[in-house]
């Protein structure tokens, strides 16, 4: 059976979830979509030498985890794409409860040792916590790098770095072992959050990030003084809605090293992972490695569209080092 639908399943068996349909529908909606971050507990269970069946309440927490954090930064972010929109404010904010403590007893009920069970129950627990606050916080105005990176490791990293520890804890690793784990999940969350706002920033026709959020190549060419920040500052307002200005806006990304920047970041967190990953002891490093592989590849795409296209990673970190 696919993954998906097992883990839909597993979900759709949660006392009160069973008796409530609405809940159940949109878990299976997002579902079809196949989200990638709903394996990653698979991906840090096999890397350890567990199973799929060992994983499955891990993802089913994840899964969880993650709907109910777009329901609540969707109503935050006004989003149009929102599930708000269609249900109504209430019944989101409601299923959003409903998710977070399903994740919680997904764990709770699952076949591990009590120790084991105890940290991931903390692991997730923690997430929720500092994801809210990460939430709070990413709705207020980001004024330097500073603040940008306390909104990342507060709001985005903590989920990724749970999700890895919970699937190695249920792999059957030592609480050591998941806690490295945990720590590389943190540093694949700030990859994943450069490697979105860069794709975000670029993307045409204009992302809404153009209008009110500070992603970090916007942050960039606001904050660092190069001869057309202040040609850069008066288009922003316009990016949004005129595609020249849109045009002009993202050409100076590239120019004023915008761009450079966030792939020297990328990278220089791709080769402490890297680092990391080959000292530890793992039946499967693969499963693991590929997770931070597949985050820096797309630059590659990014150069070539820009019209450069260096034949290696280290070319990468030479140009972005040299931008």
Not at 18 to 35: I, T
Not at 77 to 95: F, I, K
Not at 155 to 177: C, N, R, V, Y
Not at 192 to 199: A, E, T, V, W
Request: proline share 6%; aromatic share 6%; charged share 20%.
């Amino acid at each position: 059976m696919d993954i998906y639908t097992r883990t839909f399943d597993e979900f759709s068996n949660i006392p009160v979830i069973d008796a409530w349909a609405e809940v159940r529908d949109l878990f299976q909606r997002v579902a079809s979509g196949r989200p990638r971050h709903w394996l990653l507990p698979l991906r840090a269970c096999e890397a350890v030498g567990g199973s799929e069946e060992q994983s499955l309440p891990a993802l089913v927490a994840v899964a969880c985890s993650h709907i109910g954090i777009v329901l609540v930064d969707d109503m935050l972010d006004a989003d149009p794409r929102g599930e708000h929109l269609r249900v109504g404010a209430p019944s989101a904010a409601n299923m959003a409860s409903a998710l977070q403590s399903a994740a919680l007893a997904s764990i709770a009920h699952c076949d591990l040792p009590s120790e084991s069970k105890l940290i991931a129950l903390e692991s997730v627990n923690e997430m929720f916590l500092s994801t809210t606050l990460g939430q709070y916080w990413d709705i207020q105005p980001v004024k330097d790098e500073e603040g940008y990176w306390r909104v990342a490791r507060t709001k985005s990293s903590p989920f990724f770095g749970a999700a890895l520890q919970i699937g190695t804890l249920m792999g059957g690793a030592s609480a050591g072992l998941a806690g490295q784990i945990k720590r590389l999940g943190g540093l694949y969350g700030e990859m994943i959050q450069i490697h979105d706002d860069l794709n975000d920033t670029m993307e045409v026709p204009a992302n809404p990030d153009w209008v009110g959020r500070s992603p970090l190549p916007i942050l960039f060419a606001r904050l660092v003084e190069h001869p057309l920040r202040d040609r850069f500052v008066e288009l922003c307002p316009n990016a949004g809605i005129n595609p020249g200005a849109l045009e002009e806006a993202q050409e100076i990304l590239i120019q004023c090293g915008a761009v450079s920047y966030c792939v020297y970041q990328l990278l220089s967190r791709h080769r402490a992972a890297t680092e990391t990953l080959s000292a530890l002891p793992l039946a499967r490093r693969e499963s693991l490695t590929s997770l931070f592989e597949d985050v820096v590849m797309p630059v590659r795409k990014l150069f070539e569209a820009v019209g450069e296209a260096p034949a290696n990673l280290s070319a990468f970190e030479m140009m972005a080092e040299a931008g």
